[in-house]
């Protein structure tokens, strides 16, 4: 696959945006568009040989387990999991860690020590965490920034000395786009007994994931950053773990054994699964597997790295611009600010001309509040992004400048 | 630039962002108002005194995008010197400028123009939660501004 015509695989693209533009579409970090190849598997699995999986032994019931447990090897295989039955499917990142830090710390065996998290982290990999520490009296300390906008790895040698329970991590800072020293923090992590989680979700669209090389006992990522469907994800985890982890849910699927008097429940991954699977969005996130691989990680990184840099280059020469982070390794995203010219203004000019960008906190409030910012605007880039992306938006911009400033 | 832009955007609006006359802080004041957007992280606090149910004077102060510093700014002149019965009809007025599901047409609202430009709102319906941003806050929270104002 070409990526210079990859665009003309993402349908959305072929039409004009209601201001009659062609749409340029620089908002990937928030959800990537969608290529034909996984429209079509939802609608063929649909149209095909749609049932309910599990037990039924009739067809099409046989085919639709059979490919979502052909797609749980293919995710296996896709982050480097020893085996399958380490890959649970939930319905995104944020589901993901929301049934983690419920189950983990599902009782006050960890009362005292802490969990520790950064301050770069989206609110999905904060909230949860927090919430599990004030119910069972954990203490949640934060990672420090430095000003380059990489994490302070001194601070957090230090930060490990006391008790830790688990230390939970962005491999990639959705608005810095800080790339971090994952599998540096999580072998710190290790080295003083503490369960590790990554939040993948930007990393998996951008450089693929290998749980091994990242060292963690945990990981998530959503299909829909990765050109999938929305409502499916992963949560990989360690499969000693995940098996004496309580379920995530109860119901149909995840038992062994029911009596009126109690239930024993199966190994993972059904342990964790309980219900009917969201089959299709299972389906369509094969599929979008399927395409990242064949147009290959060191094809979509060098692409998307390029248009990173050349956006750096020409919003440096911009006057009063500012960007945040001035960190070496950076994903394929920019957020910045401009004096006398608010986010939200600057996205409704562009929306005028096709351009979408996103404007606010970017669900990361304490960074803003380090940053001292209300609010920024990003621009990230997927895969069907271009050269002529980036001069449309510089082109816009600078009209922006010239409208309200 | 196009008209839906203009429309907006019009000079009244980015006149009003910019204006800094409600801005700062008041000595000392009977009621502070926040005025808050979750999901885009714009903010205000007014800090008003109200005296003999009547609102003698505002003060605004935080930070948000020219829509909603206008509107902001709008409704710190339009309420000052207001009864309670005048913040009430002016607060309804405001948000029926701005409701793209109204009956009537904003020019039929009102003739003021400082109000009708808000009305471009209605084509923006993404936009409309910074032009009523404080304006929502103020029809929350009158029942502590005046407290003994019956709204029937």
């Not at chain 1, 065996?109 to 119910?135: C, D, F, T, Y």
């Not at chain 1, 939200?344 to 001309?353: I, V």
């Not at chain 1, 449309?392 to 400033?405: C, D, R, S, T």
Request: one cysteine or more; glycine letters at 6%; hydrophobic letters at 40%.
């Amino acid at each position: 696959m070409n990526i210079k015509s990859i665009k003309s695989e993402f349908p959305i693209f072929r039409q004009k945006t209601p201001a009659g533009t062609d749409l340029i579409y620089l908002d990937s970090a928030s959800s990537t568009q969608k290529p034909q190849s996984v429209i079509d598997s939802i609608t063929e699995f649909y149209s095909s040989h749609y049932a309910n999986t599990g037990r039924a032994s009739y067809w099409p019931a046989t085919e639709s387990t059979r490919q979502v447990e052909q797609v749980r090897k293919n995710v296996q295989q896709f982050i480097g999991a020893k085996s399958e039955t380490e890959v649970v499917f939930t319905s995104g990142t944020t589901d993901s860690i929301n049934k983690l830090a419920n189950s983990i710390f599902n009782s006050d065996l960890w009362k005292g020590r802490q969990i520790i998290v950064s301050e770069m982290e989206h609110h999905a990999n904060l909230v949860p965490w927090q919430i599990e520490a004030e119910r069972h009296g954990l203490n949640l300390v934060a990672i420090p920034l430095l000003d380059s906008g990489e994490l302070d790895l001194v601070a957090y040698k230090e930060l490990l000395e006391k008790p830790t329970a688990l230390v939970a991590i962005t491999a990639i800072s959705n608005v810095l786009g800080t790339i971090n020293d994952v599998n540096k923090i999580c072998r710190l992590a290790k080295a003083v007994g503490a369960i590790t989680f990554v939040d993948a979700a930007q990393l998996a669209p951008y450089a693929g994931v290998n749980v091994e090389y990242l060292c963690c006992d945990f990981l998530s990522f959503s299909g829909h950053k990765l050109y999938g469907p929305t409502g499916i994800g992963v949560l990989y985890g360690k499969q000693d773990l995940l098996n004496q982890l309580p379920p995530f849910a109860f119901g149909g699927g995840m038992i062994t054994e029911v009596d009126i008097e109690g239930s024993s429940f199966r190994d993972s991954p059904f342990r964790h699964e309980a219900g009917t699977l969201n089959i299709a969005g299972i389906i369509g996130l094969g599929a979008a597997i399927d395409f990242v691989e064949e147009v290959g990680f060191e094809t979509i990184q060098s692409h998307e790295d390029e248009l990173t840099i050349d956006l750096l280059n020409r919003l440096a020469d911009i006057e009063g611009l500012k960007i945040l982070g001035e960190q070496d390794r950076r994903g394929p995203l920019i957020s910045f600010t401009i004096d006398g010219l608010h986010p939200h203004d600057l996205s409704t000019y562009l929306n005028e001309s096709g351009i979408c960008v996103r404007a606010g906190h970017h669900c990361a409030q304490p960074l803003m509040k380090k940053y001292q910012i209300p609010a920024s605007t990003r621009v990230s880039f997927g895969v069907y992004n271009d050269m002529n992306d980036v001069e449309q938006f510089i082109k816009a911009l600078k009209g922006a400048y010239e409208f309200f400033l | 630039m196009n008209d839906r832009l203009k429309s907006l955007y019009q000079t009244v609006i980015l006149t009003k962002a910019k204006d800094k006359k409600f801005v700062g802080q008041l000595e000392s004041y009977t009621h502070s108002i926040t005025a808050y957007n979750p999901l885009c992280g714009d903010k205000y606090e007014l800090q008003i005194i109200v005296e003999d149910d009547v609102v003698k004077s505002l003060k605004y102060n935080g930070s948000g995008c020219s829509i909603s510093k206008a509107s902001t700014t709008v409704l710190c002149e339009k309420l000052e010197g207001c009864n309670a019965q005048q913040v009430l009809s002016g607060i309804a007025e405001f948000m029926e400028i701005v409701d793209s599901d109204a009956s009537r047409n904003a020019e039929e609202i009102t003739k003021n123009e400082e109000l009708l430009a808000f009305a471009a709102a209605r084509e923006f319906p993404e936009r409309k939660s910074c032009a009523d941003l404080s304006w929502k806050e103020l029809q929350k929270q009158f029942n502590q501004l005046f407290p003994y104002h019956s709204k029937e």
